[in-house]
């Protein structure tokens, strides 16, 4: 079984501030690995695929990068409405996520 | 545009089985791959397993000799079985699709929330 680990747990920014959140495979997963967006009430928002290829309709400041056990989700800079949780998931070995990170308004 | 919804019992007795479907509309159930995905209140998301339309299955190991996943083509849905539920079950379902193209859920269901309870 391969195991995300994702961090920070939480990250305080403000609005305009880059986020740099990191997910890290236990063993390599290749390319195959994707981010979602999450907010309260709300199903999980595919943002990346294939490690950083963007999904239809995520804006450009969204953008991922990374390979076998290292990746990187990174929002050039914040909205007020990309503050949510951030998960990232691998299929390269059945199907797994990350634990979550969560970016709140400092 | 292909959407998904999940229906069935919000209350589940512990030790009975949990029973969902997922209705697909907008778009053709066949040549694709269907998963369930699940979390407990304040929690991650968990995978449960997917389904290809031809009936072909992969389920998560930790979860594998209690569920069940099967597909009805004609009813474009396919539909979730959980057997022998204990408190811990109980969290929001999701149905999701996971195209190849992608290997990532790309089209979520709104999720259904099942509580198990004595």
């Known amino acids: 079984e391969i195991v995300l680990t994702q961090s920070p747990a939480t990250l305080s920014l403000s609005p305009g501030e880059r986020a740099t959140l990191s997910c890290r495979a236990s063993?390599?997963?290749?390319?195959?690995l994707a981010w979602y967006q999450q907010k309260p009430g709300q199903a999980p928002r595919l943002l990346i695929y294939h490690a950083s290829n963007r999904a239809t309709g995520i804006p450009a400041r969204f953008s991922g990068s990374g390979s076998g056990t290292d990746f990187t989700l990174t929002v050039s800079s914040l909205e007020p409405e990309d503050f949510a949780v951030y998960y990232c998931q691998q299929r390269s070995n059945w199907l797994s996520f990350g634990g979550g990170t969560k970016v709140e308004i400092k | 545009q292909v959407q998904l919804q999940e229906s069935g019992p919000g209350l589940v007795k512990t030790s009975e089985t949990l029973s969902l479907t997922c209705t697909v509309s907008g778009g053709s159930i066949s040549n694709h791959y269907w998963s369930w995905i699940r979390q407990p209140p304040g929690k991650g998301l968990e995978w449960i397993g997917y389904i290809y339309y031809s009936g072909s299955t992969k389920y998560n190991p930790s979860l594998k000799s209690r569920v069940t996943i099967s597909v009805d083509t004609s009813k474009n849905q396919f539909s979730l079985k959980l057997r022998s539920v204990t408190p811990a079950d109980t969290a929001v379902y999701y149905c999701?699709?996971?195209?190849?193209?992608?290997?990532?859920?790309?089209?979520w269901g709104q999720g259904t929330m099942v509580t198990v309870s004595s």
């Open positions: 999701a699709t996971l195209p190849t193209t992608k290997d990532a859920f790309d089209i």
């Open positions: 063993q390599s997963v290749s390319v195959y």
